[in-house]
């Protein structure tokens, strides 16, 4: 594509089409440009639209564009082609940093996560200028560029934070720090400075404050992999302005918004970080500053209100409280009884009751809800960093603690009893109490593994849990009833085992309340329970201790698909997954109801996959169902292909990109079912589709249709050679283009030793040398490990199949002797 006006004018319609809510506007649209994407100048075309461009609209369109495309193609891929050429990777590391500064703040957003992506593939060996051009703009005064250089940096230095330790990462670290460390430290005064003087102006604190921001978040990965000689030479500037600026209460920057974090908020959760970083990694050479953060930090706790804007900086204040208790060195700062029974009363409590905000999110958000209390997203939620003190306290104070706890709970629940219709948040903060006290180790397979011995579990389960379990009203109370739910599930390694199987009965029953919440989490706990092992390695709970609820559990799973918010829950389908398999056979009476149902939600989801985690269960049970039933009547097969083949003939046609390898795997499974030495016509006929070049160039279909071409083979290596002789050569084309990369070989000699098994061997004679070459060229040329194996199966089983003077004969012919 050459750099014109036409062009450019051209690329502005199409970016324009892609915007469109029209489909059939939108997808021809994005085809078009993806088909054009690997062209030369296709990138620089994009960067000077989002220069030039009159139209703010396509200005950013443009830029989320060039930064999904590099996002794409940036990486070189080993075996791969070069997706961007080399001039045009040079003319945007040339241009990128100048315009990502000079542009408005939403383009400058796209353009420095571009430069992050460029930066982690070529910084510092390929880019090695960057930062010094970066390091130069700190001079401008200008903190609309400086922001823009501070957001650069932190999204290509945060990764320093979760890198593993190695020689090539701390030479890149010490790189970082000889050329931005000191610029980056005398900036941080600057700003510090410019803040007093412009203390009165809202306008000019906003910008600098989001300044500090950045630099602390700065500080946090560049002193994360170990203390930095520079940082601890430099200790006292950077501790006595964080110490400052933690004290500090500007009116100015205080906001109305009860909800949006506001800067100081901000700022201050990322000192709480820092502070939490340097107690717990370099506790000695931050001894000397710690008593003054732990009481700035204490009093900020104490001073903090409940609203949801404080979220952050309350869970980051309390987890700096939590690192520093754990740590033997400042065990003395907590001995007192009437410090840990403040911590207690003023800090843990007050952070573990359930607010308006909770409640609200619990009705109305309640995906958000679910993933931040059982997928432990909530690490910035009150109650997980109340939790994590709490057990940090216990590791060297815990029978006092639980002593004063203990206290709490008792009390709390003689309040619920009181009224429970206007005090079940007391009981719910009990219940949450109890499980931060009694939890010491946790995992996500097994719950909790390693329990508080003061606390009994079982009698508390027993006299408050099971109570409300019980009850007849599905609906009442639903937080205390996913409290419920919970505590069955996280103490399911604790609990007897006959009373997790009394439980098992409820929560089939819950699946059918109303709460988003509640029938989610009666969905997963019966998940987990069917997943948990017993002594010899086998499912605690059988099949036949779960018999006799078979059809009151997939009735009230499916029903609750058609819950309100449920329709692609994919805790329900993993749920519905697990049943399967764990009741195996039980299930194949029900196995004609279900599959119409399956069948039903997969050709709805297809239409617009949007939760990769629900279609994947969707087809597993898809999978189980066909493995279970035919395992019983192997000629329910074609039963089976009737219900599934309308479906996937629609995926297939429609390019559902998200489904079509899972398309290939069932149809391979249903082929390999099939007991006739011949492969149906149904299938023959997509044969020759299965060879086109396109399908094989997508990584993900690759597994899945190497399975179903094998399983061609096995059922028809004969048929194949009769009917379908010219596609041959399309098939060894298949695996030729699997033998030249080295993620793929294997795959190629999946199918090649299929070929060389259920093939007629006359079918294969015209093409043995040119395969023998080709395997000889790639050991000559790119020799690995799994390729040497994959080829010493290849020739024992070449060998096996033809006789060892055959293969000696094949030999001599490429190269005698």
């Known amino acids: 594509m050459d750099l014109n006006d036409a062009n450019l004018q051209t690329l502005t319609e199409y970016l324009r089409k892609t915007l469109d809510p029209d489909p059939a506007v939108r997808r021809p649209a994005e085809k078009f440009l993806e088909s054009v994407e690997c062209s030369q100048n296709y990138p620089i075309l994009l960067l000077t639209l989002l220069e030039k461009s009159q139209d703010n609209v396509i200005r950013v369109c443009a830029a989320v564009t060039f930064k999904n495309y590099i996002k794409r193609n940036w990486r070189i891929v080993e075996d791969e082609p070069n997706k961007i050429c080399d001039p045009d990777r040079t003319a945007i590391k040339a241009n990128i940093v100048h315009l990502m500064l000079s542009s408005q703040e939403q383009i400058?957003?796209?353009?420095?996560?571009?430069?992050?992506?460029?930066?982690?593939?070529?910084?510092?060996?390929?880019?090695?200028?960057?930062?010094?051009?970066?390091?130069?703009?700190?001079?401008?005064?200008?903190?609309?560029?400086?922001?823009?250089?501070?957001?650069?940096?932190?999204?290509?230095?945060?990764?320093?934070?979760?890198?593993?330790?190695?020689?090539?990462?701390?030479?890149?670290?010490?790189?970082?720090?000889?050329?931005?460390?000191?610029?980056?430290?005398?900036?941080?005064?600057?700003?510090?400075?410019?803040?007093?003087t412009h203390a009165n102006d809202v306008n000019a604190l906003k910008v600098l404050f989001s300044s500090l921001t950045l630099i602390s978040k700065l500080f946090y990965s560049l002193n994360f992999q170990d203390l930095p000689e520079f940082f601890e030479d430099n200790m006292e500037t950077w501790m006595t302005n964080f110490h400052n600026l933690l004290t500090l209460d500007n009116k100015l920057l205080q906001t109305d918004d009860e909800e949006e974090a506001g800067l100081l908020e901000l700022l201050k959760s990322q000192i709480c970080d820092n502070a939490a970083l340097y107690a717990q990694k370099y506790d000695e050479e931050f001894q000397p500053f710690l008593p003054q953060f732990v009481t700035a930090i204490w009093n900020l706790l104490v001073t903090t209100g409940q609203e949801v804007k404080y979220d952050l900086l309350v869970s980051n204040a309390i987890q700096f409280l939590a690192s520093v208790c754990e740590r033997p060195h400042y065990k003395q700062l907590f001995e007192d009884q009437n410090t840990l029974t403040s911590i207690c009363e003023k800090v843990i409590v007050p952070n573990m009751e359930f607010r308006t905000a909770d409640e609200e999110a619990f009705e109305d958000n309640s995906e958000e809800y679910i993933r931040r209390d059982l997928e432990g997203s909530d690490i910035d939620t009150r109650r997980r960093a109340a939790c994590d003190l709490v057990r940090g306290l216990c590791k060297f104070f815990e029978e006092p603690v639980t002593g004063i706890f203990s206290g709490y709970v008792n009390s709390m629940l003689t309040e619920y009893s009181k009224n429970p219709s206007i005090n079940w948040k007391h009981k719910d903060a009990a219940i949450y109490l109890v499980t931060s006290l009694a939890s010491k180790a946790q995992t996500q397979k097994h719950g909790i593994t390693q329990a508080n011995e003061l606390v009994n579990i079982t009698e508390f389960f027993v006299n408050h849990i099971l109570p409300d379990l019980k009850s007849s009203n599905v609906n009442e109370f639903p937080v205390l009833k996913a409290d419920a739910i919970k505590y069955v599930m996280i103490f399911r390694s604790q609990l007897p085992k006959e009373q997790i199987l009394g439980t098992i009965p409820l929560l089939i029953n819950y699946l059918q309340a109303e709460s988003i919440v509640v029938h989610t989490y009666a969905a997963h706990a019966l998940e987990r329970l069917f997943t948990m092992r017993g002594p010899s390695n086998t499912t605690l709970i059988a099949a036949a201790e779960v018999a006799p609820c078979t059809e009151q559990l997939l009735t009230n799973l499916f029903k609750s698909l058609t819950l309100p918010g449920s329709s692609e829950n994919e805790y329900i389908m993993k749920a519905i997954m697990r049943s399967f398999s764990l009741l195996q056979e039980v299930i194949v009476p029900y196995v004609p109801t279900l599959i119409v149902q399956l069948t039903q939600k997969l050709l709805l989801v297809s239409k617009n996959p949007s939760k990769p985690h629900f279609n994947h269960y969707l087809f597993e049970s898809l999978c189980l169902s066909v493995r279970i039933t035919c395992k019983a009547n192997i000629t329910a097969v074609s039963s089976f292909e009737e219900a599934l083949f309308p479906v996937f003939t629609e995926i297939l046609q429609n390019d559902v990109q998200e489904f079509v390898p899972y398309v290939f795997q069932v149809m391979s499974l249903l082929l390999e079912m099939h007991t006739s030495s011949e492969v149906p016509a149904s299938y023959m006929v997509l044969f020759p589709h299965l060879l086109q070049p396109v399908l094989w160039e997508r990584a993900g279909n690759i597994p899945p249709l190497v399975r179903l071409l094998q399983a061609y083979l096995h059922k028809g290596g004969v048929t194949i050679a009769n009917v379908a002789a010219d596609k041959i050569p399309g098939l060894l084309g298949v695996f030729q283009k699997l033998i030249a990369s080295k993620s793929n070989d294997h795959q190629g000699f999946y199918l090649l030793n299929s070929i060389i098994e259920y093939m007629p061997p006359e079918s294969i004679n015209p093409y043995r040398k040119q395969i023998f070459i080709l395997l000889f060229q790639r050991l000559q040329n790119s020799k690995t490990t799994k390729f040497i194996k994959s080829f010493l199966v290849f020739v024992n089983l070449y060998t096996i199949k033809n006789g060892a003077i055959a293969l000696q004969e094949i030999l001599d012919t490429i190269q005698p002797k």
């Open 108 to 196: 400058q957003k796209q353009l420095s996560d571009a430069i992050s992506i460029i930066g982690r593939e070529d910084f510092p060996q390929k880019w090695p200028d960057l930062l010094t051009e970066m390091v130069t703009r700190f001079q401008s005064g200008d903190f609309h560029i400086i922001n823009g250089v501070l957001r650069t940096a932190h999204s290509l230095f945060k990764r320093y934070r979760h890198e593993f330790k190695s020689n090539e990462l701390w030479a890149e670290i010490k790189l970082v720090l000889d050329t931005f460390a000191g610029p980056l430290t005398e900036l941080f005064k600057a700003t510090i400075e410019l803040c007093q």
